[in-house]
């Protein structure tokens, strides 16, 4: 379904002060999820400066840090400034050091799906230590078991969560949010409100420039070591968006890539193979390293793959991952170009836990298709 979109007359910070107003106003529980990053650090300086001007009651307020381990030493730095303040506000602030799982594109290379943050059986390769004050263990979670979206939610469940969640990171968010829009009643299953999902980039980088909010030094790195703005996106260190900007920047943080490498050890192949089919990378530098050797038949590529679905998918979810690619290549299989199958190719061996390229592979192909079969009824009716 397409998504309408609708001008406002009022800009993306009153819009987004108003909606943080309203949850306050309901008198439930208060959770905001704080990470370090820019669009956090955006709701946090919303929240902040309501709070301090007297619009919302800080002592509703709960501020949430899921500390997954493997950080860049800036943001943990930032997100302790950022506990400070809102202690000092009369918030509660819960730091989190737990076992949960995360997917992470390195383990993908393995049989081994999963990352546990925190775990217990690695003290002694642990990125960093946690924090004294960190909460370690909780009766809700399942240690090993739950991901960090599933803990939330049932530590949540009294109150509405406000979240820097934004449309323009991605069409799946797009698509997420127009579809609660359209679900009434159930659009507050998780209690979940996005204060900011409407905000662009530019209104990100803006607003933290007229707030003048400090930022994590990473972000700083990034743009020295050539990131552009769309590649501003920092998270833990083996998730696909971090992985690309670990090759980079060795020479900020010496001994990181060390100590990722100790973690984890299949890390070191990003820095042998970054631009690559192994991560479905489609960078400048790949296309140059394969320029002039034949193009690869991906159709027949994926064919040889789903043959020996056993051999090639082991572990349970990356077998689970393969059977949908594969009944959705059989489906379009009728009207994707070799183009098509690359990506489906390239999006199958490089890891798709969360199935995120899968539905922009599916709305791009069905897309192209849509698109192509009205181009050539217009020419037959013209």
């Not at 049932?154 to 799946?172: F, H, N, P």
């Not at 890539?257 to 489609?282: H, K, V």
């Amino acid at each position: 379904m397409a998504v309408k979109r609708c001008e406002a007359s009022i800009d993306v910070v009153q819009a987004a002060r108003i909606r943080i107003r309203n949850v306050f106003e309901n008198g439930l529980p208060v959770y905001m999820s704080f990470s370090g990053g820019k669009d956090s650090l955006c709701i946090a300086q919303l929240v902040m400066s309501m709070i301090q001007s007297g619009e919302i009651n800080p002592a509703q307020l709960t501020v949430q840090f899921i500390d997954e381990e493997a950080i860049f030493p800036c943001m943990e730095e930032k997100v302790k400034e950022w506990r400070k303040k809102f202690l000092l506000s009369g918030a509660r602030f819960e730091w989190f050091c737990l076992e949960v799982k995360h997917y992470n594109c390195f383990n993908e290379l393995s049989n081994d799906e999963t990352f546990i943050c925190w775990d217990r059986y690695k003290k002694d390769v642990w990125v960093r230590k946690p924090p004294s004050f960190a909460i370690c263990t909780h009766h809700l979670l399942r240690p090993r078991i739950d991901a960090y979206q599933d803990f939330l939610p049932r530590l949540c469940s009294d109150g509405v969560t406000i979240t820097g969640v934004r449309t323009a990171e991605s069409v799946q968010r797009l698509s997420y949010i127009a579809a609660m829009g359209r679900a009434g009643s159930r659009a507050t299953k998780r209690h979940q409100v996005f204060p900011i999902y409407d905000w662009k980039d530019q209104d990100i980088w803006l607003y933290l420039l007229q707030e003048r909010v400090d930022i994590p030094e990473i972000y700083l790195f990034l743009w020295q070591s050539g990131a552009n703005r769309r590649q501003m996106r920092v998270s833990q260190f083996f998730s696909i968006d971090t992985a690309r900007s670990l090759v980079k920047l060795n020479e900020y943080y010496p001994d990181l890539m060390e100590r990722i490498i100790r973690r984890e050890p299949n890390a070191y192949l990003a820095a042998l193979y970054w631009d690559s089919e192994m991560f479905g990378r489609s960078s400048a530098i790949r296309k140059q390293n394969e320029k002039g050797t034949s193009e690869k038949d991906y159709r027949a590529a994926l064919l040889e793959l789903f043959s020996d679905m056993d051999g090639n998918f082991q572990a349970g979810h990356k077998r689970y991952v393969a059977e949908r690619y594969r009944n959705f290549f059989m489906s379009v299989s009728v009207i994707a170009d070799n183009k098509d199958c690359k990506a489906i190719y390239e999006g199958l061996i490089s890891g798709d836990p969360k199935f995120r390229t899968f539905r922009a592979l599916y709305q791009r192909i069905y897309g192209k298709y849509i698109t192509d079969a009205k181009k050539k009824e217009g020419l037959l009716h013209g």
